[in-house]
């Protein structure tokens, strides 16, 4: 048996895994726009030399910008993630790269990982606490990012697994969520990122008038819906009109004394005042959103750590999106089909990814969007999406301010709703609402090359994205 698996840097640890040019590496997302251990890794590779390389990394921020050079030197030729901030984004919509970015989701992502879809050769794990032999958390350690779902199917099935941490524990470190039986080798570095990173978006409650009359309709749509009974289950996003719907929820819950049976996703510091306030038997959590998150998965045994294929593959015999009730997701634009878009901005520019968005919209009995009518003087609702990123038959529910508009194949939920004297609209009207106060935009420019392709859960193709004409000066 071994003494240790510790060695002495990443350069090593490139060099022992057998990295060749035209590998796969990967990488997750848990401690989001504070990470550097991707750009720490991506340095190392680059200076052995190793060029043509696939990253598949769950998702990248800002902060994984550096790797725009990479792509640029021929270090890294393809990109699969589920999700890509602005920065990077940008870059790619104007065509650093020559091949299209693979945009997976948080389920088909670990589905197609397993099924050797897209093997991965060596897996580099960012881990808060680790041990000498591997066994890894990201509960406890000076950079704690709570669950490692994310990285749970890249640690099971990659060819090579790297260990990288900043707080090496004694052996056994227990409440591991990795184990040492797939660890290769481990890595002690001063810092594997910033914990004030981890904080997604907002992740405060809105504040803004129109944002709390949306919040407070979506609540009023899940009362009336049919479903808010004993068991219930539920997900939201970390944007500050999904956390009001959620509190608005959380108050109703508790006054009609209904016990939910499970919150699911990335969890918020919200989700967890819902668990300790009795609304919930348990959270289940495939990423935390922000530090109070990280708290309760370290501290309470009903907030329960899940992987990426438990959270919502396809392909497993069972995920827990599968048995949601509702979800409230966001938009950056709805069309007149109930398609959405999370992909793409209103230049085209790509800016976001599905992420578990449509993974949850097809699982759950009540998939709902929370949006506004318009942004910055753009209509959301249009004819058409200029990126399908959710299919229509999977949404539900569009909640604005000027109304609720309930898809035609829910004539049930329409019904009820109507009955509740809550604001039923057809999507046409909401568009037409919006063109009155912005006017009807022109259509975005596109220019006549894939620059990525958006991958539906189950493995189709469901739109392509094309670069943005004359973006060369944003690099």
């Known amino acids: 048996m071994k003494d240790s698996k510790v060695i002495k840097n990443i350069a090593e640890a490139v060099a022992l895994s057998g990295l060749k040019s035209g590998m796969t590496v990967s990488f997750h997302h848990h401690l989001r726009n504070g990470d550097y251990v991707l750009n720490m890794v991506m340095e190392q ?19 994984h910008a550096p790797i ?7 270090v890294v030729t393809t990109i699969q993630t589920d999700y890509m901030s602005a920065k990077i984004g940008k870059a790619i ?15 088909g992502r670990p589905g197609d990982i ?36 994310y990285a749970y199917p890249d640690a099971m099935n990659a060819k090579k697994v790297i260990v990288i941490t900043d707080n090496l524990a004694p052996y056994p470190l227990l409440g591991w969520s990795i184990s040492e039986t ?75 004394n209904i016990k939910g049976s499970f919150g699911l996703g990335g969890i918020t510091g919200y989700m967890v005042d819902m668990l300790e306030a009795g609304c919930f038997e348990a959270l289940l959590d495939v990423q935390c959103f922000d530090l109070k998150a990280v708290e309760s998965i370290r501290n309470n045994p009903r907030h329960c750590e899940i992987s990426a294929s438990h959270y919502a593959s396809p392909y497993a015999p069972s995920a827990v999106v599968d048995s949601l009730d509702v979800v409230i997701l966001g938009a950056t634009e709805v069309d007149t ?23 949850t919209a097809a699982g759950a009995k009540l998939a709902m969007i929370i ?18 990123s959710t299919p229509g038959r999977d949404i539900d529910v569009l909640v604005t301010q000027a109304g609720i508009a309930v898809n035609p194949k829910n004539a049930e939920l329409a019904a009820r709703l109507k009955d509740a004297g809550l604001p039923v609209v057809d999507i046409h009207e909401l568009k ?29 193709i469901i739109d392509t994205i094309y670069n943005v004409p004359n973006a060369g000066g944003i690099l």
Do not use: W
């Open 45 to 63: 590779i680059a200076n052995a030399g190793i060029k043509d390389l696939t990253v598949n990394a769950s998702s990248l921020f800002d902060i």
């Open 371 to 388: 949006a506004p009518l318009f942004r910055a003087r753009l209509p959301i609702v249009t004819d058409r999406v200029n990126t399908i």
């Open 337 to 359: 089909d109930f398609n959405v878009n999370v992909h793409t901005n209103s230049n085209g520019y790509i800016m976001g990814g599905s992420g578990g968005h449509s993974d």
């Open 68 to 74: 725009i050079d990479h792509i640029k030197n021929g």
């Open 432 to 460: 037409e609402i919006a063109e009155r106060t912005t006017g009807k935009p022109q259509p975005i420019a596109k220019g006549d090359r894939a620059v990525a392709n958006v991958i539906y859960r189950d493995g189709t």
């Open 182 to 256: 797939y660890v290769d080798h481990v890595v002690v570095v001063d810092e594997i990122g910033d914990i004030n990173g981890i904080v997604s978006g907002t992740t405060k409650i809105t504040r803004d008038p129109v944002g709390l009359v949306m919040a407070q309709r979506a609540a009023q749509v899940i009362k009336n819906s049919g479903l808010l009974k004993d068991g219930f289950s539920f997900q939201t996003g970390a944007g500050g009109a999904s956390l009001a719907a959620a509190k608005f929820l959380k108050d109703i819950m508790l006054k009609e």
């Open 114 to 149: 397993e099924s050797g879809k897209t093997p991965i050769d060596v897996a580099f794990i960012a881990a808060p606490s680790a041990d000498c032999m591997g066994n890894c958390s990201g509960k406890i350690g000076k950079s704690a990012c709570g669950s490692l779902g």
């Open 93 to 107: 919509s104007s065509g650093v790269m020559q091949n299209p970015v693979q945009f997976r989701t948080h389920g």
